[in-house]
């Protein structure tokens, strides 16, 4: 019996240990999480520009390219993916993105002869610039959806 016993309490202790495991992953990957997306707030525009054109590069995406920084008529960063060429927006806003930031990104894909807009921010969308973006058929990239990047 004691033979039975040592056994159940041995796999005790290694669930013990393997929860404890997984519990202090999970916290050091949110701490990780929450100091990335500070240091994304703190970010001036441009910066914001190249972190989120390093991103893109990580997602697999291919001759990323960050435009000038004035004149670039709505779009920050030009790249492809699966063929499928996009015209990116970046905003690093403190408050919500506006119909504006849409709008922009619309009219820039076509100048640049892009199949594909995105507005990529570190904040939300106003219910504005998504029905806009659902007509406009441009992608919303929000915080939510660039933390899943970092994490990805």
Known sequence: MENGSNTLI?????????????????????VKRRRRCGVMD????????????DLLERQGFVDVEVTRGSGDFGVDILA???????AVQCKRYQGTV??????????GKDYYGRMVGAVMTNQYFTAPAVKAAERLRVLLWDRGYVDSMLDG
């Open 10 to 30: 041995l796999i005790i202790v290694v669930f013990i240990l393997a929860a404890a495991t997984v519990g202090v992953m999970c916290f050091v990957r949110s």
């Open 42 to 53: 703190e970010m001036k525009g441009h910066d914001f520009e190249y972190f989120c054109a």
């Open 80 to 86: 492809e993916k699966d063929g499928v060429t996009y």
């Open 98 to 107: 506006g119909v504006d930031a849409v709008l922009q990104v619309y009219a």
